[in-house]
Each structure stands twice: as C-alpha cells, then as structure tokens.
C-alpha cells in the first residue's frame, strides 16, 4: 500500500542516513558484533551527518526538528542495513535521554549536556530497571538523599543500554521512602563521579554490538544542579514519556520486521529446489502474502500513532497497542523468514539469522507484551464501568 506520511524533505533525509551507513558502519559492522561494542567514532560520525540530535533546539547545537517522521526515516534504514545493535543505541539518544533534558532541564543543563549530545561526544543512558524490579517502577529501590547542597545516591540498576559508553545517566531513585508514588525523582549521574562504577558489560542473546550493563551507585554525591524535572515527580516524569519510548520501538519492530520481509522476498526468488524457484510453491507465496499484509496493515496504525506524536495527541493505551503488536509482529514475521531461508537461515553471514536474535527483545524492553495488555485492558474496563 502507499505510503503518504512522508515529504520530499524526507526523502532527502533518507539518502543522508543512507551515505551515513554506507561510510561510517557497513565497512565496521562485522567487527562491532565481534568485539561486542561499537566505536565511539560512530556515534561522533552520527552527529556529524545529522543522524543524531535533531530534535535539539537550535540553540544548544541541533537542527530543531522536533517531526518525528524522521526518526522514523532513521529507525527503517538501520533495519534495512540490519546495524541493530547501533540503532538501539541511537536510539536510547534520540528518543529517550535527549527528550528528557530537553522537556525537563534547566537551561543550564541543557547548555552544559545537549550540544554535546547532539554532536555524539556524550552518550546517555537511563537507569529504571533493577535486579529484583522490571515494569514495577514503583518498586525500584535505589535511594537518593539529601545532603547541604547535593544528594547522596545508593543502589544498583541493570540491563542499561548504553551503559558502557554512557557519559550521562539519568538515574530513577527513591527521594522520600514515605510519599508512594510522589517519592520518586531523576538524577543525572556524569561520568568521573566517585562511588558511580560500571559492572560487566552483559553478553545478550543478541544485539552484540549494543553495549548493555550494570551500573552501581556507592555513596555518590550528586549536585542538586544534577536534580531533573521536580522533586517527588520521577515517577510521572517517567510515565509521561514511556509513549514515545514504546511508539519508538513500535517503529524500529515494523522497519525490522518489513527488512526481514524484503530480504526473504528476494531470497526466495533466486533459490532453487526441485528444479524451480522456491518462491514459485504456493506456501511459500501464501506465507509471502500473509507477512506482507500483516505489515502493511499494521504499518497504517504505526504511521497514524506517529502522526499523533507530532500532534502531542498520542495516548499512553495507543502507544501500548502499537509496541506489543508491532514487536509481537516482528517476532513472528522475523521467525516464518528464517523457516523460508531453510539451512541458510541458521547462518549468522545472512542478515535473516541475526535479525532473528536481535528482536527477541522486542517485546520485553520498554515494557513487557503483558504489560501492555494490562494497559490496554485496564482502560477498556475503566470505559466500560
């Protein structure tokens, strides 16, 4: 079906992220996933091209492009090159830590971390999830109190992406153990600060290159300059822009999940058994024509769900339905490709193979399926009452 959500300008956009690719990662890709990190040089060359920052204002280094159509741009030519583990990366930047300086800071937290963002000197991070807390926000453990003129940080988080190179991590602590939901408050933690230590950088399933860690916090003292947003309102700072973190991996699932379509479609056409192509047996055209509806028809949901972002009319229950069903879609798309490559499938030196590790975390990161359901579910009860 045809697309209408994108302009010229956009298409313009695609062949720089497109010569981006081509120059700065296909050539280092390979030896990314084998040393289990990607350079730092890539992250710079990102911010050179345009391919990082956008959305930052004018004023602290970026374009100002708040259209979130590009990033879209950006999420599908990462998929089409399969440079996930880069992408993931790029995208905790884009769609997460910027965002939350840039609605949340002081001016002079952003004139001290966004420009540096948006070139790809800093990295950033943020650290919700803990060893004995995933969805449950309200269970996180680590503590932050007050002390003259800063606070005094204790606790540990796991499962950070961008942990490793993380220059900046905006760290989800307790502030006051009596308040519930209001004792909850985002503290920016820089790189140097005493008692802040990385732990082992995790070995994944997939996503190799994307560096994932644990992070631990011993007694660090952070500047009450370092405070982000209000005091006590972590937890709804929180909340107020997980849609957009779930719009986003909706986007970056239906790209990878529309890559694996494209690259099996043109697979099955050039292999043969039996004397034929293997796309001329009738399931495998019939299994083409599901996944391909499949996609286009959720593509239709995905693009409006952005149009609704651009418009700050996108809903926590619509960013819900677009994440689980679209990496639920990925899953299972991702999966019939890899049956149709046969034995070449299973080979890491085909796009497919990868691509079947690195969404496997689709639908457990940014919240799980099932707690998107509780989401979604909850509503139609409270609607219904």
Same mark, same amino acid.
């Given at each position: 079906?045809?697309?209408?959500?994108?302009?010229?300008?956009?298409?313009?956009?695609?062949?720089?992220?497109?010569?981006?690719?081509?120059?700065?990662?296909?050539?280092?890709?390979?030896?990314?996933?084998?040393?289990?990190?990607?350079?730092?040089?890539?992250?710079?060359?990102?911010?050179?091209?345009?391919?990082?920052?956008?959305?930052?204002?004018?004023?602290?280094?970026?374009?100002?492009?708040?259209?979130?159509?590009?990033?879209?741009?950006?999420?599908?030519?990462?998929?089409?090159?399969?440079?996930?583990?880069?992408?993931?990366?790029?995208?905790?930047?884009?769609?997460?830590?910027?965002?939350?300086?840039?609605?949340?800071?002081?001016?002079?937290?952003?004139?001290?971390?966004?420009?540096?963002?948006?070139?790809?000197?800093?990295?950033?991070?943020?650290?919700?999830?803990?060893?004995?807390?995933?969805?449950?926000?309200?269970?996180?453990?680590?503590?932050?109190?007050?002390?003259?003129?800063?606070?005094?940080?204790?606790?540990?988080?796991?499962?950070?992406?961008?942990?490793?190179?993380?220059?900046? *991590?905006?760290?989800?602590?307790?502030?006051?153990?009596?308040?519930?939901?209001?004792?909850?408050?985002?503290?920016?933690?820089?790189?140097?600060?005493?008692?802040?230590?990385?732990?082992?950088?995790?070995?994944?399933?997939?996503?190799?290159?994307?560096?994932?860690?644990?992070?631990?916090?011993?007694? *660090?003292?952070?500047?009450?300059?370092?405070?982000?947003?209000?005091?006590?309102?972590?937890?709804?700072?929180?909340?107020?822009?997980?849609?957009?973190?779930?719009?986003?991996?909706?986007?970056?699932?239906?790209?990878?999940?529309?890559?694996?379509?494209?690259?099996?479609?043109?697979?099955?056409?050039?292999?043969?058994?039996?004397?034929?192509?293997?796309?001329?047996?009738?399931?495998?055209?019939?299994?083409?024509?599901?996944?391909?509806?499949?996609?286009?028809?959720?593509?239709?949901?995905?693009?409006?769900?952005?149009?609704?972002?651009?418009?700050?009319?996108?809903?926590?229950?619509?960013?819900?339905?677009?994440?689980?069903?679209?990496?639920?879609?990925?899953?299972?798309?991702?999966?019939?490709?890899?049956?149709?490559?046969?034995?070449?499938?299973?080979?890491?030196?085909?796009?497919?193979?990868?691509?079947?590790?690195?969404?496997?975390?689709?639908?457990?990161?940014?919240?799980?399926?099932?707690?998107?359901?509780?989401? *979604?579910?909850?509503?139609?009860?409270?609607?219904?009452?």
């Amino acid at each position: 079906m045809r697309r209408t959500i994108f302009t010229e300008d956009h298409d313009a956009y695609r062949a720089t992220v497109r010569e981006y690719l081509a120059r700065e990662v296909r050539p280092h890709y390979e030896r990314w996933e084998e040393q289990r990190l990607v350079d730092r040089t890539a992250w710079q060359a990102a911010g050179r091209a345009g391919v990082i920052g956008l959305a930052v204002p004018e004023q602290y280094g970026g374009s100002g492009e708040t259209d979130y159509r590009y990033r879209c741009v950006v999420a599908e030519e990462f998929a089409n090159a399969g440079a996930t583990s880069l992408g993931a990366g790029l995208g905790t930047q884009d769609d997460i830590t910027i965002p939350y300086i840039s609605d949340l800071g002081t001016d002079e937290q952003k004139q001290r971390w966004l420009p540096g963002m948006a070139s790809g000197e800093l990295i950033g991070a943020i650290a919700m999830t803990e060893p004995g807390t995933g969805s449950d926000l309200q269970s996180i453990a680590t503590t932050a109190v007050r002390d003259g003129d800063g606070w005094i940080l204790n606790g540990q988080k796991t499962f950070i992406t961008n942990g490793i190179h993380a220059d900046l *991590v905006i760290v989800a602590a307790r502030t006051d153990p009596d308040a519930g939901a209001r004792g909850f408050s985002l503290l920016v933690v820089e790189r140097g600060m005493d008692g802040f230590t990385r732990g082992r950088k995790l070995h994944k399933v997939g996503l190799a290159g994307q560096d994932t860690a644990e992070l631990s916090f011993v007694d *660090v003292r952070v500047p009450a300059a370092n405070l982000l947003g209000t005091e006590g309102r972590g937890l709804a700072h929180l909340m107020e822009r997980l849609p957009r973190e779930r719009l986003s991996i909706a986007v970056g699932a239906l790209a990878g999940a529309r890559a694996a379509y494209e690259w099996t479609r043109g697979y099955v056409f050039e292999r043969t058994a039996f004397g034929k192509p293997v796309g001329d047996f009738q399931n495998t055209r019939f299994v083409l024509a599901e996944l391909l509806t499949e996609i286009d028809v959720t593509q239709t949901y995905v693009d409006n769900a952005v149009e609704a972002l651009n418009a700050g009319e996108l809903t926590p229950v619509e960013a819900a339905q677009a994440k689980w069903w679209a990496s639920e879609l990925q899953k299972r798309v991702v999966d019939r490709c890899v049956q149709l490559h046969g034995g070449y499938g299973y080979m890491t030196e085909y796009p497919i193979a990868r691509a079947f590790v690195d969404s496997r975390i689709q639908t457990i990161y940014g919240g799980t399926t099932e707690i998107m359901k509780e989401i *979604v579910g909850r509503e139609i009860a409270r609607t219904s009452a």
